[in-house]
Each structure stands twice: as C-alpha cells, then as structure tokens.
Nanobody
Framework: QVQLVESGGGLVQAGDSLRLSCVAS????????MGWFRQAPGKEREFVAV?????????YANSVVKDRFSISRDNVRNTVYLQMRNLKPEDTAVYYC???????????????????WGRGTLVTVSS
C-alpha cells in the first residue's frame, strides 16, 4: 500500500495559477495510476483528472477542465502534479489525490472504488 500527501493549496485570486503536488510513499514499486478529485462545500467529491503509471495516458473530467488544468507525474520523485490556470471561484474545493493500480473507467465510477486516498489540500479562489 502507498500513502499519499498533497500540498500546494492556498488562497489565490481569480485568474491566478496554482500547482498542486501529491507525493507517494510506501510501496511505490506498484504501478499506480494517480489522479485528482475535488470536493466543494456541500457537494459530492468529483473526478478531475488521472494519469497512467507511465504518464503516457491522461484523462480529464471534461473539456472545460482540460482547457485549464494539466496533470503530470514524475516517477523518480513519486509525485503527481495538477497545474491549474485561470482559476475561478467555482474551483474552490478540497483537492484530493488518489491512486489505484487500474487506469480507466474506475476513476469515473464511485469514489469508494479507488484504492488509496490522500487527506486533501484546500484551494480557495477569491473573486
């Protein structure tokens, strides 16, 4: 099993950029796909993006997210990143990192199906 720790959240203004990081530790020899979810106040946790273990494949929640967010990973550092640009107040949420040895539709299904979760990092975007 791996452990995930997110960082990089904070308070920013609309239009700013922010890069979130998620470091994996533990049994990192397993080939985990890694990704990001977010949960806004009073809303359900939603899928944002996922990247395959090799980094060769990625998927985003929708074209709107893909236009402003970019997921990447560095397997030497056991870290996955979420670069967010042109942030909007509606991006305000707790952002969670997740890992699973499966890549694909699992990430768009019930969040409980994913193997490992971090504790989240709060992103607040002021208008």
């Amino acid at each position: 099993q791996v452990q995930l720790v997110e960082s990089g959240g904070g308070l920013v203004q609309a239009g700013d950029s922010l890069r979130l990081s998620c470091v994996a530790s533990g049994h990192t020899e397993s080939r985990y796909a890694m990704g990001w979810f977010r949960q806004a106040p009073g809303k359900e946790r939603e899928f944002v993006a996922v990247v395959s273990w090799s980094g060769g494949m990625s998927d985003y929640a929708n074209s709107v997210v893909k236009d402003r967010f970019s997921i990447s990973r560095d397997n030497v550092r056991n870290t996955v990143y979420l670069q967010m640009r042109n942030l909007k107040p509606e991006d305000t949420a707790v952002y969670y990192c997740a890992a699973d040895r499966r890549y694909g539709s699992t990430w768009r299904g019930p969040v409980g199906n994913l193997e490992v979760w971090g504790r989240g990092t709060l992103v607040t975007v002021s208008s």
